[in-house]
């Protein structure tokens, strides 16, 4: 019984800091973007372009790259992701199953920066010379190499969803005679739609936090990209190229901006994932 209570005291006390650390967090940020709301400035900042010499510090752009390179990611990741996961968990015999699944499980910790470092030599250069436009680091280099990121872990949350459904079910379904195509259709993918979003949404904020992949591979240019084969900034690149400005610049106040908006918009998709999951646990 002691033990018990020690356990739950320290998980308490774990989650108690936890929940300081972001909380402290983000009043550390609107501490030190408080200028930009008390002067009504934060809200131009977010329809402005980026142009120094003409005292424009809007981070439009970058949050317009950020989207842009997000939504293409998961474009590309998402498809595969589902594919790739109704073939460990329906199509695929158990041992190569089971090989599948461990080397997804190893891709997801492969450092970011090896990514970056395949798509630098290999992905942009192939963009390059496949469309002959520009220097082949754009939203698409960044989105495909983005994606292969984001990958790994919504496969390991599609398979996690899939092989959580209950044995009645399989068993329902073998005994009408239902192929594993038809089972896949008809039981497992009406039963783990909410699982699906949940990694869908919970990848959306580990694409929109990664700065690596977007610094190395996008281009970083500061204007609103017009196609996918432009250079684009994202808002975490942006932090990370403008943080050694001048503390007092207005151009250095652009970052909390941008880290304000990364930390509503990631907040705002934890909350759906919560609100999702438990919508399903009290629908089953």
């Not at 899939?162 to 009645?168: C, D, K, W």
Request: hydrophobic letters at 55%; aromatic letters at 12%.
């Amino acid at each position: 019984m002691k033990k018990t209570t020690i356990a739950e005291t320290g998980f308490l006390g774990a989650a108690v800091f936890s929940a300081s650390i972001t909380a402290f967090i983000l009043i550390f940020m609107l501490f030190l973007g408080f200028p930009l709301f008390r002067e009504g400035y934060f809200f131009t900042l977010l329809r402005t372009p980026w142009n120094p010499d003409h005292g424009l510090f809007g981070i439009y752009p970058m949050l317009t790259g950020t989207l842009s390179i997000v939504f293409l990611s998961l474009c590309w990741a998402f498809p595969l992701s589902l594919g790739a996961s109704v073939l460990i968990s329906v199509l695929a015999p158990p041992g190569f199953a089971a090989f599948c699944k461990k080397t997804i499980q190893m891709l997801t910790g492969i450092p970011t920066v090896i990514y970056g470092f395949v798509g630098v030599f290999l992905l942009v250069p192939f963009i390059r010379e496949l469309f002959a436009s520009g220097s082949g680091m754009s939203i698409l280099s960044a989105s495909l190499m983005l994606s292969m990121v984001i990958s790994p872990t919504m496969i390991i949350i599609f398979t996690d969803t899939f092989e959580s459904l209950p044995a009645s079910y399989s068993t329902a379904a073998d005994a009408l005679g239902a192929s594993p195509v038809q089972k896949l259709v008809y039981v497992i993918l009406p039963y783990s739609r909410r699982g699906i979003f949940a990694g869908l949404v919970l990848s959306v904020g580990r694409a929109m936090g990664d700065t690596l992949i977007a610094l190395m591979l996008a281009g970083n240019a500061v204007g609103v990209p017009g196609s996918i084969l432009d250079s684009a900034r994202t808002l975490t690149a942006h932090i990370a190229l403008v943080i050694a400005a001048d503390f007092d610049s207005i151009e250095f106040k652009t970052i909390f901006a941008a880290g304000f908006v990364l930390y509503v918009l990631t907040t705002f998709f934890i909350l759906l994932v919560r609100i999702i999951g438990g919508t399903g646990m009290k629908n089953r």
